[in-house]
T-cell receptor
């Protein structure tokens, strides 16, 4: 157990709909990352938040957005869903290691999204 | 971004050491090498990381060559539960995100 929680575990919805995925980072971790894993693309970085502010963007579609709240939990919003959005969505959090400055990421169990 | 090259698949006999290689010839001096694994469709699990020196923890050992252009993850006594996809990642300099490649699918054989 990494200490990162994600809800829901599974989500089935229809094309054109909007869904929200939730992530709670490990206690004390300020950074949250979102990744998408589909069968043909592998694990793709989407976006990172640090203490409520967007820090880095990856291959995130304009239909997708995220935010991090004052209690540090994060939500990933996916709108106008398409069949191709079906994937596993992972959240990760990281502390800053005082020992070596590394930013090890700890991943949650993921949300499996199926768009029909 | 620094890229990594790993063999697509490997087999290892149960109880033997599994040695997973990774090439990262374009790595920069301040970039860390990380290893993660993913069992089925579970969340990637952190294994180990290093910068220049060899590292060991309760899960594995990481051997980094002196020129830092390659590394090897060693699982000293592989078990069936070690069957997974193993990812070697180099953290992008100046950035925080990880770029996962295709990894090595390790199968531990009874």
């Amino acid at each position: 157990d990494s200490g990162v929680t994600q809800t829901p575990k599974h989500l089935i919805t229809a094309t054109g709909q909007r869904v929200t995925l939730r992530c709670s980072p490990r206690s004390g971790d300020l950074s949250v990352y979102w990744y998408q894993q589909s069968l043909d693309q592998g694990l793709q970085f989407l976006i990172q938040y640090y203490n409520g502010e967007e820090r880095a963007k990856g291959n995130i579609l304009e239909r997708f957005s995220a935010q991090q709240f004052p209690d540090l939990h994060s939500e990933l919003n996916l709108s106008s869903l398409e069949l191709g959005d079906s994937a596993l969505y992972f959240c990760a959090s990281s502390p800053i290691s005082r020992r070596d400055g590394a930013k090890t990421q700890y991943f949650g169990p993921g949300t499996r999204l199926l768009v029909l | 971004d620094a890229k990594t090259t790993q063999p697509p698949s490997m087999d290892c006999a149960e109880g033997r050491a599994a040695n997973l290689p990774c090439n990262h010839s374009t790595i920069s001096g301040n970039e860390y090498v990380y290893w993660y694994r993913q069992i089925h469709s579970q969340g990637p699990q952190y294994i180990i990381h290093g910068l220049k020196n060899n590292e060991t923890n309760e899960m594995a050992s990481l051997i980094i060559t002196e020129d830092r252009k390659s590394s090897t993850l060693i699982l000293p006594h592989a078990t069936l539960r070690d069957t997974a996809v193993y990812y070697c990642i180099v953290r992008v300099a100046g950035g925080n995100q990880f770029y996962f490649g295709t990894g090595t699918s390790l199968t531990v054989i009874p």
